[in-house]
């Protein structure tokens, strides 16, 4: 079972910060938090990961609440093309991928 | 750099056929893993192999389904006797040797069974 909640469906206007979130409240100390998306029936796609840290690169940034028990993965402008399932996972190491049922964004005009 | 390859993109097979899908990883990644995705469900680990060794196989069904990566060629996810319920679609992902965890995931291979 995955170790993680997300609301099922978020709005978003196109050209806003789309903030989605993500309890954890299990998580272990040794346990990084990740982020995937699947855009309609596409493979998934890596989006981030972090540890304690917030964390950023070109796609989104991710800010992990100190006790580490909750995340929010941030897409500063949503673009119509950020439609998409979004997963959040945590996991130690290497390893297979517990997929919940994410959050279904949809980014309106 | 290539992505992660899958072929055939689209399969059909008729009840008690077999069905071969194959996985190209990423240049330099030597670790595959395969996952299924039924039609309206999430996504579900299969398993996890590295260069001629199975390290998980904890989502793999008990019969029918096989999976290989041998060292030379591509990884071979093998399902045997097709019923209707395998129709699925079937995602590989692969990842690197090094400390970097990410897992890149192909097209995926869709298979229906008449």
């Known amino acids: 079972d995955a170790k993680t909640t997300q609301p099922p469906s978020m709005d978003c206007a196109e050209g806003r910060a789309a903030n989605l979130p993500c309890n954890h409240s299990t998580i272990s100390g040794n346990e990084y938090v990740y982020w995937y998306r699947q855009i309609h029936s596409q493979g998934p796609q890596y989006i981030i990961h972090?540890?304690?840290n917030n964390e950023t690169n070109e796609m989104a940034s991710l800010i992990i609440t100190e006790d580490r028990k909750s995340s929010t993965l941030i897409l500063p402008h949503a673009t119509l093309r950020d439609t998409a399932v979004y997963y959040c996972?945590?996991?130690?190491?290497?390893?297979?991928?517990?997929f919940g049922q994410g959050t279904e964004l949809s980014v309106k005009p | 750099n290539a992505g992660v390859m899958q072929n055939p993109r689209h399969l059909v097979r008729r009840r008690g056929q077999e069905a071969r899908l194959r996985c190209s990883p990423m240049?330099?990644?030597?670790?595959v893993y395969w996952y299924r995705q039924l039609p309206e469900e999430g996504l579900k680990f299969m398993v996890y192999l590295q260069k001629e060794n199975i390290i998980d196989e904890s989502g793999m069904p008990k019969e029918r389904f096989s999976a290989e990566f041998p060292k030379e060629g591509p990884s071979i996810l093998r399902i045997q006797q097709v019923v209707r319920g395998d129709s699925a679609a079937y995602f590989c992902a692969s990842s690197p040797s090094t400390d970097v965890w990410e897992q890149y995931f192909g097209p995926g291979t869709r298979l229906t069974v008449t």
């Open positions: 972090g540890l304690k």
């Open positions: 996972i945590v996991r130690v190491g290497r390893g297979k991928l517990i």
């Open positions: 240049k330099g990644h030597s670790h």
